[in-house]
């Protein structure tokens, strides 16, 4: 079946430090792939949708240049957080979509990211 | 607004017998509804959907049932298995790019 792969899938550093997740699609081409975010025992908050060969939309209340997102082709799109403070710390979650828009959406299997 | 919404945080269910999850929406533009389950520190895996053309969709142990007039979807799990016992989460796509909006989940618990 389709795959979505994370990178990495934990991530400990200091404050200050710019993070940078990919999130690959590994048998499908995806024109689209959402970024979430979910905190404890909470839902998946989409951040944003990034759409290849463009700029990423995102999500009102959250910070593009914060959050930058970049989808440089078919099969990989990043998420860097920079600048992170202990209040970025979450899980986030990436996933894909076949470039025909067919659901079911893909997902990564998150990473979880601590900031000190 | 919360136009996806899973009103039970949790439910406890004894092995072999049935699991029924519960989620409501608000939004009637929805026209495809799906079910992802998902363990601690992993990303959800897509279980089952249905499209609002229809009723019911089965697949094997999965049913997923759908009550336009009421604006609610159930997941069925029978028999349920301990390893069913995970975070279940309905969600409907919508926007241009089909985004997904998730509701707050349902942990499932299935006790041997």
């Known amino acids: 079946g389709a795959v979505v792969s994370q990178h990495p899938s934990r991530v400990i550093c200091k404050s200050g430090t710019s993070v940078k997740i990919e999130c690959r699609s590994l048998?499908?081409?995806?024109?689209?792939m959402f970024w979430y975010r979910q905190f404890p025992k909470q839902s998946l908050m989409l951040m944003a949708t990034?759409?290849?060969?463009?700029?990423?939309?995102?999500e009102q209340g959250v910070e593009k240049d914060k959050f930058l997102i970049n989808h440089a082709s078919l099969t990989l799109s990043t998420l860097t957080v920079t600048s992170a403070h202990p209040e970025d710390s979450s899980f986030y979650i990436c996933?894909?979509?076949?470039?025909?828009?067919?659901?079911?959406?893909?997902f990564g299997d998150g990473t979880r990211l601590s900031i000190l | 607004d919360q136009q996806v919404k899973q009103n039970s945080p949790s439910l406890s269910v004894q092995e072999g017998r049935i699991s029924i999850l519960n989620c409501d929406y608000t939004?009637?533009?929805?026209?495809?509804f799906l079910w992802y389950k998902k363990y601690p520190a992993e990303g959800p895996t897509f279980l089952i959907s249905?499209?609002?053309?229809?009723d019911k969709n089965e697949d094997g142990r999965f049913t997923v049932f759908l009550n336009k007039s009421a604006k609610h979807l159930s997941l069925h799990i029978v028999p349920s298995q301990p390893g069913d016992s995970a975070v279940y989460f309905c969600?409907?796509?919508?926007?241009?790019?089909?985004?997904?909006?998730f509701g707050s989940g349902t942990q499932l618990t299935v006790l041997p």
């Open positions: 939004n009637s533009m929805f026209d495809y």
């Open positions: 249905i499209s609002s053309i229809k």
């Open positions: 996933s894909a979509r076949d470039t025909l828009g067919n659901q079911p959406q893909h």
């Open positions: 990034s759409n290849e060969g463009s700029k990423a939309t995102y």
């Open positions: 048998d499908f081409q995806a024109t689209t």
């Open positions: 969600a409907a796509p919508s926007g241009s790019a089909r985004q997904l909006t």
